[in-house]
């Protein structure tokens, strides 16, 4: 069974940066296209950055700029590095495909943004 392990997580001031990073269980190529997700409080999982196999970007409009998804493939480890957060970039973020049934999802990891 696939395992993806988010972490990196915490308490941030907005306009702070966090890096987070996904660990996965096996080749990231056998995962891509793969993404990161967020799930605010009462909301639903949303889609916030994906990443295809040969390194091709997307980004919800509202993180366009200010977040970066990057990968690994030595060590099948996922990162997202985030900028200037806002206090509406609060979550937990989690990792997984893009396309398909996704994995079991991971545990996820808390991001708070404080104003």
């Known amino acids: 069974q696939v395992q993806l392990v988010e972490s990196g997580g915490g308490l941030v001031q907005a306009g702070g940066s966090l890096r987070i990073s996904c660990a996965a269980s096996?080749?990231?190529?056998?995962?891509?296209?793969l993404g990161w997700y967020r799930q605010a409080p009462g909301s639903q999982r949303e889609l916030v950055a994906s990443?295809?196999?040969?390194?091709?970007?997307n980004y919800a409009d509202a993180v366009k700029g200010r977040f970066t998804i990057s990968k690994d493939n030595a060590k099948n480890t996922v990162y997202l590095q985030m900028n200037s957060l806002k206090p509406e970039d609060t979550g937990v973020y989690y990792c997984?495909?893009?396309?398909?049934?996704?994995?079991?999802w991971g545990q996820g990891t808390q991001v708070t943004v404080s104003s």
């Open positions: 997984n495909k893009v396309r398909g049934s996704p994995y079991s």
């Open positions: 096996i080749s990231l190529f056998s995962i891509a296209p």
């Open positions: 990443m295809t196999s040969s390194g091709n970007t």
